[in-house]
C-alpha cells in the first residue's frame, strides 16, 4: 500500500511539474501544441506560405489570447520574411510585442528589421529595450553596436562588440569585420589591419573584408599590398562597380593614368552613370591635357549627383581656377 502511495505521488509530481514546464516556458495547451509542431515542421521544410497560413490559424482562432504564443509569433514573422516581406514581418513582430512587451528575443527580431530597413533610431530603442531585461544577450549587443557604428559612435560600439566577442568567442567572422571597420572609421589603421586579418582568416572569400583591408592597408601607406588587396576583392566580385570605381581611383593616385582610363571605361561601359567612375575618367582626361572635357563632365556631376562623395568632389574641381 506504501508502495502504491509512492507511486501515485510521483505521477502526481510528474503531471504538476509538466504543466509548470508550460506555463514557464511558454507553451500552447497540448490539445495546440500539434499545430504549432505542424507549422514548424513546414517551416523547416521550406513550406513558408503553408507555414503561414498554419500560424495564421492556430494564432487567431477563436480570438483566444492565450494562443498568441511569442514563439508562434516569432515563427510566422520569420516565415513572412523568408517569403520577402520584411513589411508583414515587422507587423506581425510589433503586434506580438504588444501581448509581450518584455519578450526579448521579439524585441531582437523587431530591432533587427527596422535596422535592416534602415529605420535606426527605432530599432536603437529596441536594443536598448532588450539590453534593459538582458544586459548580456548577444544578438542584441550586436545588433545595437551596428546601429552605434551607422550614428557614428564607434567607441560605444566596439566597447558592445567587446561584450560580445566575450560571450561568443567563436562568433561569425561578419562580425570581426564590423569591429575592424570601427577602428578603419575613425583612421586607427593598424588596428582595423589586424582585425580584418583576423576575419580574412576565418573566410577569405569575402570581397568586403578584402575591400577593408584594402583600406586599412591604404591608410597605412602600403598602396601596392592595398591595391594587390583590392584586385583579389575585384576578382572575387567582378560585377561590383564600387570595388571597380576604388581601384580606378587608387592606380590615378599611383600615376598608372593608362590603367586607370582602362577600368572607369570598363566600368561605365555597363554602368553609364556611375558618378565616381565619371570623376575618375575625367582626373585621367586632365592627365591627358583634355581640361575642357574634365571641366564638363565634372559640372555635370555635381549638377546631376550632388550630394554623392563624387559629386561633391566633382564640384569643387569644376570651381577651380
Not at 292 to 320: C, E, M, N, Y
Request: contains cysteine; hydrophobic residues 40%.
Amino acid at each position: 500500500m506504501m508502495w502504491f502511495n509512492r507511486k501515485i505521488g510521483i505521477c502526481i509530481s510528474l503531471v504538476w511539474m509538466a504543466g509548470c514546464a508550460s506555463g514557464f516556458l511558454g507553451l500552447a495547451p497540448a490539445k495546440d501544441r500539434q499545430e504549432y509542431v505542424a507549422a514548424r515542421t513546414s517551416y523547416e521544410a521550406g513550406e513558408y506560405q503553408a507555414a503561414v497560413t498554419q500560424l495564421s490559424a492556430y494564432i487567431y482562432k477563436t480570438k483566444n489570447i492565450s494562443r498568441r504564443e511569442a514563439r508562434a509569433y516569432r515563427l510566422l514573422g520569420r516565415s513572412y520574411e523568408q517569403l520577402g516581406d520584411p513589411a508583414r514581418a515587422l507587423e506581425v513582430y510589433l503586434e506580438a510585442l504588444e501581448f509581450h512587451p518584455d519578450n526579448v528575443p521579439l524585441l531582437v527580431e523587431a530591432g533587427r528589421l527596422y535596422q535592416s530597413s534602415g529605420l535606426t533610431e527605432r530599432s536603437i530603442k529596441l536594443y536598448a529595450r532588450a539590453l534593459e531585461l538582458e544586459p548580456h544577450n548577444a544578438d542584441a549587443l550586436a545588433g545595437q553596436a551596428l546601429n552605434y557604428t551607422h550614428r557614428g559612435f564607434y567607441s560605444k560600439a566596439r566597447a558592445l562588440y567587446d561584450e560580445f566577442f566575450v560571450l561568443r568567442s567563436n562568433a561569425a567572422p561578419v562580425y570581426r569585420a564590423r569591429y575592424a571597420d570601427t577602428f578603419l572609421r575613425q583612421r586607427n589603421y593598424a588596428q582595423a589591419f589586424i582585425h580584418i586579418s583576423v576575419a580574412l582568416g576565418q573566410e577569405p572569400s569575402n570581397a568586403d573584408f578584402w575591400r577593408i583591408s584594402a583600406d586599412a592597408r591604404y591608410g597605412l601607406g602600403q598602396l601596392r599590398e592595398a591595391l594587390d588587396d583590392l584586385e583579389t576583392a575585384v576578382r572575387l566580385a567582378p560585377e561590383r562597380g564600387d570595388l571597380l570605381a576604388q581601384k580606378a581611383l587608387w592606380l590615378y593616385k599611383a600615376g598608372e593614368y593608362k590603367k586607370s582610363l582602362t577600368v572607369t571605361q570598363e566600368i561605365l561601359h555597363q554602368q553609364p552613370e556611375n558618378s565616381l567612375a565619371r570623376l575618375v575618367q575625367a582626373l585621367n582626361w586632365q592627365r591627358q591635357g583634355k581640361t575642357k572635357a574634365a571641366r564638363k563632365q565634372w559640372a555635370d556631376i555635381a549638377r546631376t549627383d550632388p550630394h554623392s562623395f563624387a559629386g561633391q568632389v566633382a564640384g569643387k574641381l569644376a570651381a577651380r581656377k
